[in-house]
């Protein structure tokens, strides 16, 4: 017998049980479709639990009394397996298709999704036309369970840089094509920003309803958006750098940040611009994107920095 | 030939148990309608509902699945076990709810609100009361709505580009068929019609541009992934301290290799696609003294030389 064929029939046996049914009653009932040999008999039925609970199916197991003491039951309560009913209006039905076929996160959860929440109406993929906007979102197998826990206030650990982690999710955001989860890290009672895909391993999730997020927590506030004005531990004095751009490159650094970034402009088109250095590391990335067409000016030991920096790629020759 | 491999019992009951309350709703359904709504061959759907039609809680007709196949089409008969979809999995409702928060971005307000009320309702249904904690953000550009309109009505448009290894503004004129974002930039891709051929131009150094008459559809076909035609690129080979692997994080098709060994203890050797000696002067520079390339032999003295040629700049001051 296929394996989808006894487990579909393992479905319908537990979502139908108005009791807990042990493993003994299982293999009576599905008679023939488990081995006769008991010790593998046990291993695929095993085997079949593991499957359905992947599946994200809710099997619910006791350990039984009375004449059954010391067996565990199994059955699915039809409440826990049901999505309930969602009753999407159109333009609700058709905006959510609209959002799954524009935001591309190379899986196919969106779509499976859809098909479970709109069942009344037909999906667009058979028109064959592609929106021509879309975004492609950075996925990571761990997010779906932040987003669990955060939605359902369960605290998560987690290896970070080396160290092990307890936080209190309080929000997710996605920005400059990674994930955040910002939270309250337990154990030294402050907010703590981690890049999800820089977390190590296994997120475990805790109990539900375990913490409060202050009402006047905004996910966007917490660290600035451009990562030049993060602060780091290099400290050159300043937090703004004057940075002259060759005519041939200015136009780009005008399209970032606009006409009142320019402190000057010189008879050969170049100019000098006023952009944050607060994160030198960061400023170090964006400046050295314009190699020979770009220099910094000040302030001096942000200039010295540079130098530092070129003169280590020569003595590493 | 190819020949594919047999079809995960995972994936199949997950369909399943998709499909068959989809099918409920509707009765009867042409076999080649549904397998095009859930993205599948006719054979395989004509397999999967054939098998699900001998499952039930016994071998009794009486409490099997209640639905027949025919060569047209797929009827339903009396409901018995699987009356709702299962409830959304946590990968489903994570990315139902960040298409949502991510296209909110994208498509103004005639579907945000349609959009807002959806996700509501999904989070409602899951038993979920609070979605605000999570956030994407797209920071969409002025320009995109101009090149969506012009993919959508097959309009030309006349750009001035600013390439970064020339450093040059040029003059192109471009069919657009998908404006597109990744890794915090936007794109357009598009035909180029100066030489008949696809190019992707990154938003923001797009220097001007202007929307000109409709002329016939262009149909580029799905877009491929980056450094997919390897006769545009070359293959290059550093060694490099790890800890600097975040530098090279945003670039696409960057691979290390665990098994070479690099020459200098604790370093890795990974290997990237480069576009042109300017693109990977960038990325060297951004590396510092903590990295040296291997291969091509042309550009191992590269990285020392472009210090060199930056380091000019600060000679004179």
């Known amino acids: 017998m296929h394996q989808l064929e006894r487990v579909t029939n393992l479905l319908t046996l537990l979502l139908s049980a108005r009791r807990h049914v042990t493993f003994d009653e299982i293999r009576n009932e599905l008679r023939g479709q488990y081995p006769d040999n008991l010790v593998a008999a046990r291993a695929a039925f095993e085997r079949d639990k593991s499957l359905l609970r992947d599946e994200g199916i809710p099997i619910d197991s006791v350990v039984l009394g009375g004449d059954q003491a010391g067996m565990t039951g199994y059955r699915i309560l039809r409440s826990e397996y049901e999505l309930g009913d969602i009753d999407l209006d159109p333009d609700e039905a058709a905006a959510l298709r609209v959002a799954v076929s524009t935001i591309r996160m190379g899986q196919s959860w969106g779509v499976e999704a859809l098909w479970k929440v709109d069942l009344e109406s037909m999906s667009d993929r058979g028109e064959g036309v592609s929106p021509v906007i879309a975004a492609n979102l950075p996925v990571d197998p761990r997010l779906p369970f932040l987003h669990r826990s955060l939605a359902t206030r369960c605290v998560v650990s987690f290896e970070y840089n080396g160290k092990s982690r307890e936080v209190q999710p309080y929000g997710l955001l996605a920005r400059d094509g990674w994930w955040y989860l910002v939270g309250h890290e337990r154990n030294i009672d402050d907010l703590r920003t981690f890049r999800v895909d820089r977390i190590s391993g296994e997120v475990e999730v805790g109990a539900g309803g375990a913490y409060d997020i202050p009402a006047d927590f905004d996910v966007t506030a917490v660290f600035p958006a451009d990562p030049k004005l993060l602060p780091d531990n290099v400290d050159v004095g300043a937090d703004v750098a004057e940075v002259l751009v060759d005519a041939s490159d200015v136009g780009v650094v005008l399209n970032l940040y606009g006409p009142e970034a320019v402190l000057s402009e010189r008879g050969d088109g170049s100019m000098v611009f006023a952009i944050p250095c607060s994160n030198v590391r960061a400023f170090d990335q964006w400046l050295l994107g314009f190699v020979e067409r770009a220099e910094v000016l000040a302030p001096p030991l942000l200039r010295e920095h540079v130098i530092d920096w070129l003169d280590s790629m020569e003595a590493r020759a | ?317």
Request: proline content about 5%; glycine content about 6%.
């Open chain 2, 1 to 317: 030939m190819t020949r594919r491999g047999p079809r995960p019992v995972n994936l199949r009951l997950r369909r399943l148990l998709v499909m068959l309350p989809w099918l409920q709703e509707r009765g009867t359904v042409s076999t080649a309608e549904m397998a095009e709504h859930f993205g599948m061959s006719v054979d395989d759907l004509m397999a999967d509902l054939t098998l699900a039609s001998l499952c039930g809680v016994s071998q009794d007709p009486r409490d099997l699945i209640d639905l027949w196949v025919d060569e047209e089409a797929v009827h339903f008969g009396i409901p018995k076990y699987f009356n709702r979809p299962l409830r959304l999995t946590a990968p489903e409702a994570f990315s139902l709810v960040a298409s949502a928060r991510a296209a909110g971005n994208l498509t103004g307000s005639e579907v945000g609100g349609a959009l807002n009320r959806a996700v509501a309702k999904v989070a409602a249904a899951m038993g979920i009361d609070d979605v605000d904690g999570l956030v994407v953000e797209l920071e969409t550009p002025d320009q995109v709505n101009d090149f969506v309109r012009a993919a959508e009505e097959s309009r030309e448009v006349v750009i001035v580009h600013w390439s970064p290894a020339s450093g040059e503004s040029v003059e192109r004129r471009i069919a657009p068929v998908e404006v597109f974002t990744e890794s915090d930039h936007w794109y357009v891709r598009a035909l180029d019609l100066g030489v008949n051929a696809e190019r992707i131009f990154r938003l923001d150094r797009i220097e001007s541009h202007s929307v000109g008459e409709a002329r016939e559809r262009v149909d580029l076909g799905p877009r491929r992934p980056w450094f997919d035609d390897s006769s545009e690129t070359t293959k290059v080979t550093i060694e490099m301290d790890p800890a600097w692997m975040w530098v090279l994080e945003q670039y696409p098709g960057v691979m290390i290799d665990g098994d070479a060994k690099a020459k200098r203890k604790n370093w890795v050797r990974v290997s990237m696609p480069v576009t042109s000696e300017r693109w990977l002067q960038r990325v060297l520079l951004r590396l510092g003294g903590n990295a040296r390339v291997v291969s091509p032999a042309a550009w191992v003295g590269l990285a020392t030389d472009t210090a060199r040629l930056v380091r000019a700049r600060y000679e004179t001051k």
